[in-house]
């Protein structure tokens, strides 16, 4: 998987339509799946939205499904790998609201 913060030079994410609030519309995963190094035969599936932040889960051929989500942020204009894992605090992320990934 690719450091947190990273973007592939010259692979950046078709920009998202926004909101009336301005925050990103929920990408769709063929969006975010050139922002993320996932094994061969893997992609993303589908993808859970809140308040400018968005996971996938990892797919692989077989069905397997991976045990975690890959974090991406909506920056200026477009998204951002942040990093993956099983689950994240929303107030470390800012969000207010409730998020299908967070843990808290």
Known sequence: ????????????????????????????????????????????????CAEGWAAASPVGTTTTVGDGWCLFQFIGKGWMYRGEGSGYDRKDLGIEGSAPFGIS
């Open 1 to 48: 998987m690719r450091h947190p913060g990273f973007v592939r030079p010259g692979a950046a994410a078709p920009a998202p339509s926004t909101d009336v609030a301005g925050i990103a519309a929920c990408p769709e995963p063929k969006d975010l799946e050139g922002l993320v190094d996932l094994p061969k035969g893997w992609s993303l599936g589908s993808v859970e």
